[in-house]
């Protein structure tokens, strides 16, 4: 089971850098139990977000990285055998609920279809979560929030969210972190100096302007960070950037030749 729960209650926020006015948005949902959505390109802080809100609102959070085989049963339980007996085992959803804490469902989209029919009750003001096996209908306790992020850049109409999945949630956009933020970002998460980071970034944003053309994707914040780390240990710059922020984002020679003649340009 892909879950993991972090336990926030008194931890101090991991550090999040907002990019505008996302963490009151996302405190005003909270506050009034609605769900939220974040959509946004993979590595541009979304989990870092949310993982920070959970522990500024002291809540449990229990993420969920959705795949394509996770079923309603891995978000709500299953009856299990345990010594001989069958004992029912809640799964992270049916745990978020009971607790009043957060689920996160990251890559949403990716879940089998059974998924979403799951989320429509606890969406609405019912707030509540019908589990078939055990014939319970468990409200959710105050402090529960339900959210979910989706990556709408993959040009893959099925999988999209359907209107009426979508049309239940607050959403927030999220973007890659302009230089002014991805600078201080980067250097933190990575211990390099802001002057060394700032050709990343520059480099970030230029390999990010051939999303569309070469690229499905531009670079990640993630993938910035871990160039930047690997520099701040000590490797060459150009070897860092092949490994960190070139090989990740394309198999094609001829593309990959051409990243490296940007590297070139900016250092
Ligand atoms: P996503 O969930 O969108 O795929 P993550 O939240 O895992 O992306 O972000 C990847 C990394 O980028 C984080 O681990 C963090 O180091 C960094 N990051 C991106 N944006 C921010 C931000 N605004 N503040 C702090 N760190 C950030």
Redesign the pocket.
């Known amino acids: 089971m892909n879950a993991h729960v972090n336990l926030q209650e008194g931890a101090e926020a991991?550090?999040?850098?907002?990019?505008g006015d996302e963490c009151e948005v996302f405190a005003a949902a909270h506050a009034n139990r609605l769900p939220a959505l974040?959509k946004?390109?993979?590595?541009?802080?979304?989990?870092?977000?949310?993982?920070?809100m959970a522990a500024r609102l002291g809540r449990p959070l229990y993420t969920v990285a959705c795949h394509d085989d996770l079923s309603a049963a891995d978000l709500i339980g299953r009856y299990l055998l345990k010594g001989g007996e069958t004992v029912w085992v809640d799964g992270p959803l049916t745990r978020a609920v009971r607790e009043g804490a957060i689920c996160y469902l990251?890559e949403v989209v990716e879940a089998r279809k059974d998924v979403t029919v799951v989320l429509h009750p606890l969406t609405d003001d019912r707030r509540i979560l019908p589990i078939d096996r055990t014939g319970e209908e468990l409200a959710a306790a105050p402090g529960f929030m339900l959210v979910a992020?989706y990556?709408p850049g993959y040009q893959n109409i099925l999988k999209t969210l359907k209107p009426s999945t979508r049309q239940r949630f607050v959403g927030l956009e999220?973007d890659?972190?302009t230089p002014a933020?991805?600078i201080p970002?980067?250097a933190?998460?990575s211990g390099l100096s802001e002057e060394q980071v700032k050709p990343l970034v520059r480099l970030a944003g230029k390999l990010r302007a051939l999303k569309g053309q070469d690229l499905e994707e531009g670079v990640?914040?993630?993938l910035?960070?871990y160039a930047a780390t690997l520099i701040a240990q000590g490797m060459p710059v150009e070897r860092a950037i092949l490994a960190a922020m070139i090989e990740p984002l394309s198999d094609d020679e001829d593309v990959k030749r051409g990243l490296l003649d940007l590297v070139t340009a900016i250092y």
């Open positions: 991991p550090f999040y850098l907002p990019q974040l946004g390109p993979t590595g541009c802080g979304k989990t870092r977000f949310v993982t920070h990251d992020s990556n999220f890659f972190p933020n991805e970002v980067v933190r998460e990640s914040t993630r910035v960070v």
